[in-house]
């Protein structure tokens, strides 16, 4: 059983960075791709940015982020990062990371895709 644990989120004002980190324990880190998915108020979940198993030299980003926000890994940590930059009040939202162990998944970009949930992590940015 995989449990993720999200961390780093908090209040920023707009143009301002947060860095989000998902801690993960059980299992083998390294062979999940990962991903980082966010729900605002009276929304659905949306997703935010993905990275490959392994070595994580595949990512892919929503649009709404792209240029801002940066989706890294560390597997001697069990970690996987999510830095936010140039923040937007748009950006306000409950952030979760997700695991999956489906090996036919390199990039997950819906949330079927993925096997396990953090609790999540509230980030709220003001204008």
């Known amino acids: 059983q995989v449990q993720l644990v999200e961390s780093g989120g908090g209040l920023a004002q707009a143009g301002g960075s947060l860095r989000l980190s998902c801690a993960a324990s059980?299992?083998?880190?390294?062979?999940?791709?990962m991903g980082w998915f966010r729900q605002a108020p009276g929304k659905e979940r949306e997703f935010v940015a993905a990275?490959?198993?392994?070595?994580?030299?595949?990512?892919h980003y929503a649009n709404s982020v792209k240029g801002r926000f940066t989706i890294s890994r560390d597997n001697a940590k069990n970690t996987v990062y999510l830095q936010m930059n140039t923040l937007k009040p748009e950006d306000t939202a409950v952030y979760c990371c997700?695991?999956?162990?489906?090996?036919?998944?390199?990039?997950?970009?819906?949330?079927?895709?993925?096997?396990?949930w953090g609790q999540g992590t509230q980030v709220t940015v003001s204008s």
């Open positions: 059980g299992g083998t880190f390294s062979s999940y791709a």
């Open positions: 997700a695991a999956t162990t489906r090996r036919t998944v390199l990039i997950g970009v819906t949330t079927w895709q993925y096997d396990y």
């Open positions: 990275i490959s198993r392994s070595d994580g030299s595949s990512t």
